[in-house]
C-alpha cells in the first residue's frame, strides 16, 4: 500500500468526494486523484495540510509507505518532486 491509498481510505471513511477534499486543502480535484493513484506525491505542506484535515499524524498517513525501503521511496519522492519544478 502506498500513501495515495492510505490518502483514498481515510477519504472514503470521511464519506467526502475528491473535489471536496481539494477545497479544503486549496488543490485541485485532479492532484487528489494524481495523489491517490500514486501518480504525484503530496508536498511536504500538503502532507501537513492532510494530517491535520484527518486528525492524524503524518507518521501514521506514511507508515504504510515505510514498508518500503527508505532509498526507494525517497529517491521517487525526488524524481516526483523534480518533475514538478
Known sequence: MKI???????????????????SA???SAGVVGLWETDKRLPSYECLIA?????????DSLMEQDRKH?????KTEYLRLALRRT
Open 25 to 27: 486543502l486549496n488543490v
Open 4 to 22: 495515495g491509498h492510505e490518502i483514498a481510505k481515510l477519504r472514503a471513511q470521511k464519506n467526502i468526494s475528491q473535489r471536496e477534499l481539494a
Open 69 to 73: 525501503p527508505y532509498t526507494k521511496y
Open 50 to 58: 492532510l494530517a491535520d484535515y484527518f486528525l492524524i499524524s503524518i
